[in-house]
């Protein structure tokens, strides 16, 4: 795959709202089964991680109280 020079990369950023990475503390929940997660130690990859569970992506629930 070879990539000239088709275009700089300017102006338009691909990335949107750039999803935030999980952090400790963070809880998911399924909204299929009720499964409840809490996020014990961060990842350290480069992209934000989906938890998925029933073959769905996981809702992160709010911190709170
Ligand atoms: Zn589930």
């Known amino acids: 795959m070879a990539i000239g020079k088709k275009g700089t990369t300017k102006g338009k950023t691909p990335k ?3 999803k935030r990475r999980n952090k400790a503390g963070d809880r998911y929940v399924c909204d299929i089964c009720s499964l409840g997660v809490t996020v014990d130690e961060e990842c350290c990859c480069a992209d934000p ?5 029933c073959d769905m992506p996981m809702k992160r629930r709010k911190g709170g109280k």
């Open 49 to 53: 991680c989906d938890l998925f569970c």
């Open 16 to 18: 949107a709202k750039a």
